[in-house]
């Protein structure tokens, strides 16, 4: 299993949310350019990049940065919010970016999955984010009737390699992970799955380790100190 670090952009500040909740948007560290170093220096492999204005706006607000930062950081990165359509996917992996990430459109207009997974193969992740097990859009402000697994389901058989998966109700919480509802998911594709949302020490990483899982991103730990970045990496793939 990987440790991804995660790097949320708003306004180009590096800040963090509770719940994605906008109201509660908390700078934690002065330069993202520092902050990427930092997790490459620990042994990351992997980053994870979001673009909160898009996600919240449906379009790419803060792609220059982010490409920067994916230029120069000397990791893979997968980025996602405001990616709605194959413009957008195209920028993005041909300016530096390893991966993309769908989340809303897969929801609202799958169709662009569709003919993203045909154009960029397993460049594509679907990031599925769900509160009490229904999938949310539009930077998880509004709902749907979908469950999780079956938007799972749905993508991966039009050949989504890779999801993301964050249970809202924990996300920047440090609560640790929904290992009932990953492992349900585990179960229910053969995708590779990155947890989101709730890691807070180690004692989550090993969890999350028994459950076979490619990968957990950390966010909210690693800032606030409660997971010691360089023992979680040398933990998974040390």
């Not at 193969?121 to 709902?143: F, L, P, T």
Request: charged share 25%; hydrophobic share 40%; proline share 2%.
């Amino acid at each position: 299993m990987y440790i991804i670090p995660a790097i949320d952009i708003k306004d180009g500040n590096c800040v963090r949310l509770q719940k994605g909740d906008y109201n509660t948007v908390k700078k934690v560290a002065e330069n993202p350019y520092i902050t990427a170093k930092s997790f490459k220096d620990a042994g990351a492999r992997y980053l994870h990049m979001v673009d909160l204005d898009g996600a919240k706006d449906g379009k790419m607000q803060n792609a220059e940065l982010i490409c920067d930062i994916a230029k120069s950081c000397g990791m893979l990165v997968d980025v996602g919010g405001g990616i709605r359509d194959l413009k957008a996917i195209e920028f993005y992996l041909n300016n530096g970016v390893n991966q993309v990430v769908l989340g809303s459109v897969a929801v609202k207009n799958p169709q662009i999955v569709i003919d993203a997974v045909k154009n960029f193969g397993d460049k594509i992740i679907v990031g599925i984010d769900a509160m009490d097990g229904m999938v949310k859009s539009e930077g998880w402000i509004d709902g749907s009737d979908i469950y999780y697994t079956e938007l799972a389901k749905r993508m991966e058989d039009v050949g989504v390699e890779k999801f993301i998966f964050t249970d809202i109700n924990r996300d920047g919480m440090l609560t640790g992970p929904n290992l009932v509802q990953l492992e349900v998911l585990s179960n229910s594709v053969s995708a590779d799955i990155v947890a989101s949302g709730g890691v807070s020490d180690l004692t989550d990483i090993k969890d999350l380790m028994s459950l076979n899982i490619f990968g957990a991103i950390c966010g909210k730990s690693i800032y606030e100190g409660t997971l010691n970045l360089p023992k979680a990496i040398k933990l998974t793939r040390g």
